[in-house]
């Protein structure tokens, strides 16, 4: 089944290649289409999943992580509709250049080809993928999670119902519909089909997928995003901002997971901020200078460092400079996304200098990592890695090129 898939990807993504911008985005206007008419199916099978996601005692961060409600599915056709507005990534000139002998060299964008994308629970993940492959000229291999698979499988068939309106092949969107672990196995040794895996989900999926396929493979490690609040801070950004990057929607990536404050700006403003989480129910995981300045909160251990809650727990340290903030980072963090609060432009500079992750802040919101925001119309992935892509995944990150040589009967001597 999974080798009939890929092959009918493969075939699929030769004629995608070939389609016109216009054509693209007629098919992306299409699937929005669908997905509006459709709406009231869409959340009635989502309601199965989210029922058996509370049967399964899936926590709350991870059931709204799976929830579709009327305005995220707006939110979803409004996505398509932007990335039809952006400018279509394939056959761009990236460089040319004319050699002495005459011999004329360009270096175009061209589509990946068939991209397999791994991912649990958010149903959203299964039409922002696809409509960004389809913009790309790439085919796509979705396979989702037991979690939402009743509502991807419901998406799946809107999208490819729309397609065979168009002059994009239906086959061009495929999904694995099991959730037997064998096949995501299968599927990671599809390497004469598959050209890329992206892998979405939490470390265990990552670490599977990166070690057993064959695939080339970009993914992100965990979102241990954190927030530096320095000596120099405004209390009051500092306040509303790292309340928004844990509470807003804590199960996602981008939300920050462990806050360093300096130890000259703590008594000012470590109560009150804690207050204001407490208020909000996140539990409090504290280093012992901010056990002491406020007790009742919880002594935090060694791994909690280390950890991506994706829930309303929060560790807190208190550090003694910049310098120390920024070891801590590099230590513990996951090249994700990590924001300074100052107002001194000098330890802004520094902090984005030298902190290395893939979307550094300044007086922002770790929340803001992520395609839509970043105008890219949607993301496939937020990559943690270096090659080729880094942080929020859009068009371009989903072309490689090629070489196109014009000559006139020239021969290498």
């Known amino acids: 089944m999974i080798r009939k898939i890929a092959q009918s990807a493969k075939d699929a993504s030769r004629v995608l290649a070939t389609l016109s911008t216009e054509e693209k985005n007629k098919a992306l206007l ?14 009635s099978v989502n309601l199965i999943d989210i029922k058996n996601a509370k049967k399964n005692n899936l926590s709350p961060p991870l059931i709204d992580r799976l929830t579709l409600s009327p305005q995220r599915i707006k939110n979803i056709c409004e996505s398509l509709k932007q990335i039809t507005k952006l400018p279509d990534p394939v056959g761009r000139v990236l460089s040319k250049t004319t050699r002495t002998n005459k011999l004329k060299i360009e270096k175009v964008s061209v589509p990946i080809g068939v991209i397999g994308i791994i991912y649990e629970s958010r149903p959203n993940v299964t039409v922002d993928a696809a409509s960004l492959c389809l913009k790309a000229g790439n085919a796509v291999i979705l396979r989702g999670g037991k979690e939402s698979i009743n509502s991807n499988i419901a998406l799946y068939q809107i999208m490819i119902n729309s397609l065979r309106k168009t002059k994009v092949p239906w086959a061009s969107i495929q999904m694995i519909k099991s ?36 695939i080339p493979v970009i993914k992100h490690s965990d979102g241990i995003c954190h927030t530096y609040v320095d000596k120099h801070a405004d209390i009051d950004i500092a306040k509303a901002v790292c309340f928004n990057a844990k509470v807003q929607r804590p199960g996602v990536c981008n939300a920050m997971e462990t806050l360093l404050v300096h130890k000259d700006i703590a008594d000012a ?19 012992r200078k901010t056990k002491k300045l406020v007790p009742e909160i919880k002594l935090a251990k060694e791994k909690d460092w280390a950890t991506e809650y994706l829930d309303l727990i929060l560790s807190i340290k208190i550090v003694s400079s910049e310098q120390e903030a920024i070891n801590h980072i590099d230590t513990y963090g996951s090249c994700h996304s990590d924001a300074i609060i100052t107002k001194d432009s000098s330890s802004a500079d520094r902090f984005m200098k030298e902190v290395d992750s893939a979307t550094v802040y300044v007086n922002s919101s770790t929340r803001f990592t992520d395609g839509c925001e970043f105008g890219l119309g949607a993301e496939i992935g937020i990559s943690t890695g270096k090659l080729h892509a880094r942080g929020p995944m859009g068009l371009e990150e ?12 020239q021969v290498r001597i």
């Open 30 to 43: 299409s699937i929005a289409n669908g997905i509006e008419k459709n709406k009231a199916k869409i959340l």
């Open 179 to 214: 959730t037997d672990r064998k096949m995501v196995n299968r599927m990671l040794k599809m390497d004469k089909y598959i050209d890329l895996i992206i892998p979405r989900g939490g470390v265990g999926l990552i670490q599977f997928v990166a070690k057993n396929s064959t």
């Open 269 to 287: 403003y470590l109560p009150q901020m804690i207050d204001m989480f407490r208020n909000a129910s996140v539990e409090i995981r504290g280093c």
């Open 398 to 409: 989903l072309t490689t090129y090629k070489y196109l040589i014009f000559g006139n009967g």
